[in-house]
């Protein structure tokens, strides 16, 4: 039986590549990457990763996501048709409005939830609540809503564990502490999953015969279905797609360190969220209470994860004599010739680099082979670039430089009133 499960699975699994869907996404995810390419040339004037790469390691890395998370779906036996995706989906568009991050199923299905819990509380004692316009609210398997959004953002906290700190874009960002060099961590996964779908059948229906017995256990988000006399509830399997998105700065840690942080925050939340699910599946007086902490868990483990990061010091910052580097371009001379991210250029042929402006120069009016004179780890070595294009060296920024970008931090109120103040201006 379990050979045949699995087989199932795997073949539902593998026709992702006929879902347009999926391309669509892919077709996205690649303008969002040529975005942050085209802020890196007005920075620094050239595009440090190749874009065709990036989405390529997001598609390979969304199908091990999606392997995962399917396959989670798949144990746990969520019921997607049940759900309420027709009130999700829209209100998650309507937060996007008030601000990009709060597109997120953690809000719009939190609060769907919530609502939905209410609805059907107040329909045992109130029956108008059971139909008409809040009929679809009723029906809402809300542990099954909470299941799903577990179980995505497990998933990507995986897969920020694994990738959330490749290609990562360096920033120059104005903070409380002035001028300071970070990363801007931003990633993009299609994730191809097999759902579940119930339906009631008549007995006598060919499929019942053609069926797979599936354990005692299964599932353990059950189907509400109604089913009447002479009829049998069947559950059948669908290729859909879906897209997690993950946005960081690395201000006072590096890219690395700021992912795996991340990656073990969010883990964490979304265990409690699954186990929040399975407890109202079978407790359903706690369900209101799961559906809130959804929304709100999610939003203060992002604010303490930003205060924490920019309340520290900042770990790239000028130094007093030189010019640190903060990043080298993908297929750059620089980094053909050995200079490393943390180096700090002392001159550049005999030139002395007193800041960001006299390294630029230095850039423009040298001769080849470039001599390079750098402190690493408090020894001074050189490093010769022999080439006439771009060395791809992107500076850490010193009080002078004359672009940078702002660090705001909000919260949904903060978002949500700015967002009126501009629409009734």
């Not at 999926?22 to 942050?36: A, N, S, V």
């Not at 609060?111 to 609805?119: D, E, Q, W």
């Not at 924490?308 to 903060?326: D, H, M, S």
């Not at 009080?399 to 501009?422: D, G, I, S």
Request: with cysteine; glycine share 10%; proline share 7%.
């Amino acid at each position: 039986m379990l050979k045949e499960i699995i087989l199932l699975f795997i073949q539902t699994f593998v026709v992702f590549p006929l879902n347009p869907l999926f391309w669509l996404l892919l077709i996205m995810i690649g303008i969002q990457y040529r975005r942050l390419a085209g802020n890196e040339i007005k920075l620094f004037g050239r595009p440090l990763y190749p874009v065709g790469r990036q989405v390529i390691n997001s598609a390979l890395y969304g199908l091990a996501g999606g392997l995962i998370a399917g396959a989670m779906l798949f144990v746990l036996g969520v019921p997607l048709t049940e759900i309420g995706m027709l009130y999700v989906w829209p209100l998650a568009l309507l937060l996007l409005l008030v601000h990009p991050r709060y597109m997120c199923f953690a809000y719009a299905g939190g609060l769907v939830g919530a609502v939905a819990a209410i609805i059907q509380l107040a329909g045992r004692f109130w029956p108008v609540f059971g139909t008409g316009f809040f009929a679809g609210l009723a029906e809402i398997h809300i542990p099954g809503l909470l299941a799903l959004i577990g179980t995505l953002h497990f998933a990507e906290s995986i897969l920020i564990a694994l990738s959330g700190h490749l290609q990562p874009s360096p920033v120059w960002l104005k903070t409380e502490r002035g001028i300071v060099g970070g990363f801007m961590l931003q990633k993009i996964w299609p994730l191809p999953l097999v759902g579940i779908m119930a339906e009631a059948v008549s007995l006598t229906a060919p499929e019942v015969a053609a069926g797979t017995e599936m354990p005692a256990w299964w599932p353990l988000f059950a189907s509400r279905l109604a089913v009447g006399a002479g009829y049998i509830l069947m559950y059948y399997l669908l290729p859909i797609v879906a897209g997690l998105g993950y946005g960081d700065l690395a201000v006072a840690s590096t890219p690395r360190e700021k992912s795996r942080s991340s990656a073990r925050n969010l883990g964490l939340y979304s265990i409690l969220v699954l186990c929040l699910a399975l407890a109202a599946e079978k407790i359903p007086v706690i369900t209101f209470a799961a559906a809130v902490f959804v929304p709100v868990g999610h939003e203060l483990l992002i604010l303490w994860s930003n205060k924490k990061e920019f309340a520290r010091r900042p770990l790239y910052t000028a130094p007093a004599i030189g010019v640190g580097v903060l990043a080298l371009a993908d297929g750059g001379t620089a980094r053909a010739a050995g200079l490393v991210p943390g180096d700090i250029i002392l001159n550049i042929n005999g030139t002395p680099i007193l800041n960001v402006a006299s390294f630029y120069k230095a850039l423009q009016a040298t001769w080849l082979p470039m001599r390079l004179l750098v402190e690493r780890d408090g020894r001074e070595r050189l490093v010769i670039i022999d080439s006439a294009s771009d060395p791809g060296i992107i500076p850490v920024p010193d009080r002078y430089v004359p672009v940078y970008q702002t660090v705001e931090q909000v919260n949904f109120w903060q978002a949500l009133q700015k967002k009126l103040k501009r629409l009734w201006h």
